[in-house]
């Protein structure tokens, strides 16, 4: 396991001024409550003061990750999941001239809050209702065979997020109920 903890907290982004780091009581015990709970399942864990806390958990772990948050720290509110694909365009982001043939562009994946060991990561935003704090946690999926468990047994409403992040980055949900194409044609 790797988490970001200088000077004994969780790690937090800072701006590049001598301005002094923002203290984010709430989220640092979040994350904190998160690492106790989840134990060995994470991998990093990181606090955007005022923002945000990110978790990524080992692909293993997932659904019993979500669970665990669900259940044990209460954060019962379900907002999406979706993926990502860290791979950079060899065509940049639309702005060069289509007929000019695309300049080299540095093809490094960068994985973005909390890091990442592949091309492709899923994630998840959810919310305690009662405290108003919300975790994005996300896994690494596996690029051989890109799948993770499907957590609609935990989050019904995870249901056609799963079906349309199946569609659209070919990543297979195991025990979904029905991973039926919803937009594109078969």
Known sequence: MHLLRPKGGVSQLSSTTDAPAVVDTARDALASSVQAALSDAVEDILVKPGDDVWVRVKTASWRSALQTLRDSLGFDYFCFLSAIDWMPSPYGRG???PTEPAPERDMTIRSGYAGGSTRMQVFVRLVNSKTH??????????????????????????????????????????????LRNMYLPV
């Not at 019904?156 to 297979?172: D, S």
């Open 133 to 178: 704090l919300g975790v994005t946690v996300k896994a690494d999926v596996p690029d051989s065979d890109p799948r993770v468990e499907s957590v609609v047994s935990v989050f019904a409403g995870a249901n056609w997020h799963e079906r349309e992040t199946h569609e659209m980055f070919g990543i297979g949900f195991d025990g979904h109920p029905d």
């Open 95 to 97: 702005e060069d001239d």
